[in-house]
Nanobody
């Protein structure tokens, strides 16, 4: 069992920055990749960024060059640095951890970008 707790969401003006954190606990040895997904009202959940245990990253096209995912294995925490935020980045952001057997999800943190 893996538990994920997100923090760092909030309200920010367009062009601003936020950093999200996701702390993992439990069976962390079983985690392969970790990532951030988001879900805007009326939309499907989509991948924002993902990082493997080895540090390989991939990003959605819409956030490339603006968002950076990183991982501190010693702290069992993954971060999402979000710069140059746009109103269309408004969504609930969910942390995800994938293992061989299951995917785990946090409860989400709301990011609101005002124009």
């Amino acid at each position: 069992q893996v538990r994920l707790v997100e923090s760092g969401g909030g309200l920010v003006q367009a062009g601003g920055s936020l950093r999200l954190s996701c702390a993992a606990s439990g069976s962390i040895f079983s985690i392969n990749g970790m990532g951030w997904y988001r879900q805007a009202p009326g939309a499907q959940r989509e991948l924002v960024a993902r990082i493997t245990r080895e540090g390989t990253t991939n990003y959605a096209e819409s956030v490339k060059g603006r968002f950076t995912i990183s991982r501190d294995n010693a702290k069992n925490t993954v971060y999402l640095q979000m710069n140059s935020l746009k109103p269309e980045d408004t969504a609930v952001y969910y942390c995800n951890a994938d293992t061989v057997r299951l995917d785990y999800w946090g409860k989400g943190t709301l990011v609101t970008v005002s124009s």
